[in-house]
């Protein structure tokens, strides 16, 4: 419950909920910074109500052409027919995505979602082969991309030194985190899990930080709220594996194949 609210009185359930009820509500009254983070919950939740009545309008396409015709789109098509197969779906309110990294526009029909571990060989593949071909729609504005952090118990503890890390400088700077969030991945299992091995990552791979608050910052672990309230999200919604991967809500299975089953289901 949110009860500190600096422009009303009232109680929220969530950060989010309150934001929303600043841009419907206190626009005029709010500061720039605030005026941001209002605008960015608005547009959240009209991208949703879009991505919703589009997947609805599919849904009935599908339902009128029957389940013949389900059946050879699966055999015809099966990296798009690994779009249902993947078991599921997600409320992306329940991930609280205006205080998740973001690439791309607020304004983008369609929101990936990457629940990852930097220790992960198959996120690393994801980053490395899957993210560069998505690149071109998120430029274009068509998509957007949210990181959120799972900490398998197998890569532990190094995996949690590198989510905690990446929080930190993305609490310094949003745009650097994408710069620092590669790094990881490119030098996965080659580096330093100390607060002393990623600050000197984040000197390689970043600009303009000020890097001794980094360092302090991860030594301390300060961002390990933000880390654990991913996991436990990933927890409640039975995401137990990485990459794990949600495309308006749904769960594809068959992610290497993303950028076609986004072209052809949700473009």
């Known amino acids: 419950m949110v009860k500190d609210d600096k422009y009303s009185d009232k109680e929220f359930d969530s950060k989010e909920d309150m934001h929303l009820y600043w841009a419907e509500n ?113 430029d274009e504005g068509e998509v957007n991309f949210y990181y959120m952090d799972i900490n398998l118990p197998q890569f532990q503890p190094n995996n949690g030194q590198a989510s905690i890390a990446a929080q930190c400088v993305f609490q310094q700077d949003e745009e650097q985190f994408w710069n620092f969030h590669t790094g990881l991945y490119d030098e996965q299992g080659q580096i330093t899990y100390s607060p002393a091995g990623l600050t000197n990552l984040a000197e390689e791979t970043t600009e303009g930080l000020d890097y001794s608050e980094l360092e302090s910052c991860i030594d301390n672990q300060e961002t390990s709220d933000a880390v654990d309230r991913d996991n436990e999200i990933a927890r409640n919604n039975g995401v137990s594996s990485t990459p794990t991967v949600f495309v308006n809500g749904d769960r594809v299975s068959n992610w290497n194949n993303l950028v076609e089953i986004i072209e052809q289901n949700y473009l």
């Open 26 to 138: 206190l626009m005029d009254d709010l500061n720039s910074h605030d005026e941001k983070k209002a605008k960015k919950a608005l547009n959240k939740k009209q991208n949703e109500k879009a991505g919703k009545q589009e997947w609805r309008k599919k849904m009935m396409f599908r339902g009128v052409a029957g389940v013949v015709l389900v059946a050879l789109a699966y055999l015809a098509a099966p990296s798009i027919a690994g779009l249902f197969t993947g078991g599921g779906t997600i409320d992306y309110n329940d991930l609280h995505l205006d205080e998740q990294p973001m690439l791309g526009s607020e304004d983008a029909p369609v929101t990936v979602v990457e629940f990852g571990d930097y220790l992960c060989p198959a996120c690393q593949q994801f980053e490395q082969q899957v993210k560069p071909e998505m690149m071109e729609l998120i």
